[in-house]
């Protein structure tokens, strides 16, 4: 299992249009093939400057691979992301087994 996690800070002069636009192709992205629990947060914490993040899970690397170069998540990461997110921070995660 891998937990594929997005924290981003957006735009500072992004308009509501513009963020209503942004968000309804991020939660597209949950119709990918493969994509599990698949969820966009809000940052509540004054301890860092993100405003929001985005988490799903994947049951293999190949589904995750899958998913990162698929025409509609490639289209995403081109027309919304580049143009909407300021900043960011991703983390990818597998469980620890000691």
């Known amino acids: 299992m ?5 924290i981003f800070k957006l735009k500072s002069n992004i308009e509501e ?15 990918i093939s493969g994509v599990q629990n698949f969820e966009v947060l809000k940052q509540v914490s004054p301890k860092n400057h993100y405003e929001y993040g985005i988490s ?15 025409p ?10 580049l143009n909407t997110v300021e900043d960011f921070l991703e983390i990818d995660y597998v469980p620890l087994i000691l």
Do not use: G, P
């Open 72 to 81: 509609d998540h490639v289209y995403f990461v081109q027309h919304f992301w």
């Open 2 to 6: 891998i937990r594929h996690s997005v």
């Open 56 to 70: 799903m899970e994947f049951d293999t690397t190949e589904l995750y691979d899958y998913y990162s170069n698929h």
């Open 17 to 31: 249009d513009q963020k209503k636009a942004f968000f309804d192709a991020v939660d597209a992205l949950a119709a």
